[in-house]
């Protein structure tokens, strides 16, 4: 009871700063968009962007994955009386709520979720909707996507046969995805605007974090690459003139927001058999 307290004042925090932060929003520092556009100052807003991604990925993961899900997990075993006892798919015994288990979830599942989380929303924020908005649309977006490929509505997860009802599990992950997304948003912004130019000491706990998201990203090379040619391009558009750079994005916009609307609706007939499946499985 008292773990789930806990997870229930973290999420209860996120969810107060994300109000207090809810007009922050992404963007590049002034001194970024310098008009000097030298390789220098290209690659330190580079790394200022990651310094972004990755403390706006362990807020997330802490304050909002790791408690929400601890959480989730909970209510579906509590509506579970007859799984009482057994093993879900991930090893853990259902209805038992440890230390080391919580722990260990928001270590494996809590971080590398919200690393995901806040990498997603800072290489298409320039796409959405501004603030909580744009997070709530990021949120459903990643569901529709990930969600029934990889976790955590994976129409071959075993768990989905003992825990239940199936409705409650698909409403349980749809609130716990747009609530992410939500919370996301004005972190991601909020951290933005505190951090300062990057400095030779943050090397010290950047390449550490970044060599364990690289790492990460390796088991799924397609969203690697992806990284990297959008790293590429963002130090190739602050290389250019202000007026050039705004006159790509202005006609590049729309041609983008299209293709990621594309590959949303491409995946939504996976996503709804998965819904349909998990619905009639308990």
């Not at 922050?24 to 690659?43: E, I, K, S």
């Not at 977006?141 to 997860?157: E, I, T, Y």
């Not at 550490?208 to 963002?234: H, M, N, Q, Y």
């Not at 041609?255 to 594309?262: D, G, I, R, T």
Request: proline fraction near 6%; glycine fraction near 10%; include cysteine.
């Amino acid at each position: 009871m008292l773990l789930m307290l806990a997870c229930g004042a973290l999420l209860a925090a996120a969810g107060w700063l994300a109000w207090r932060w809810r007009r922050q929003v992404l963007t590049l520092p002034p001194w970024a968009v310098t008009a000097d556009r030298d390789a220098t100052t290209a690659l330190r807003a580079l790394a200022w962007l990651l310094a972004v991604v990755l403390l706006s990925g362990i807020v997330v993961g802490l304050l909002v994955v790791g408690p929400a899900g601890r959480i989730a997990m909970r209510l579906l075993a509590a509506t579970s009386p007859d799984a009482q006892g057994r093993i879900t798919d991930a090893g853990e015994v259902v209805g038992e709520i440890t230390v080391d288990g919580t722990a260990g979830f928001f270590v494996f599942v809590g971080l590398p979720f919200g690393l995901g989380v806040a990498l997603a929303y800072v290489l298409v924020s320039w796409l959405l909707p501004r603030g909580p908005a744009g997070g709530a649309v990021l949120g459903i977006a990643l569901l529709v996507v990930f969600g029934s490929a990889l976790d955590p509505l994976r129409q071959d997860n075993p768990d989905f046969d003992i825990l239940g009802p199936g409705w409650l599990s698909v409403v349980t992950f749809a609130a716990m995805a747009l609530v992410t997304g939500v919370l996301t948003a004005p972190v991601v912004g909020r951290l933005g605007a505190a951090l300062a130019e990057p400095r030779l000491w943050w090397g010290v706990w950047m390449l550490p974090l970044g060599l364990a998201a690289t790492a990460g990203l390796l088991a799924v090379p397609a969203a690697l690459i992806l990284v990297v040619l959008a790293a590429a391009g963002f130090v190739a558009a602050l290389l250019v003139s202000p007026a050039r750079r705004e006159a790509v994005w202005h006609r590049s916009r729309r041609v983008l927001q299209a293709l990621l609307a594309a590959v949303v609706a491409v995946t939504v007939p996976g996503f709804v058999s998965a819904v349909a499946s998990i619905v009639g499985s308990a």
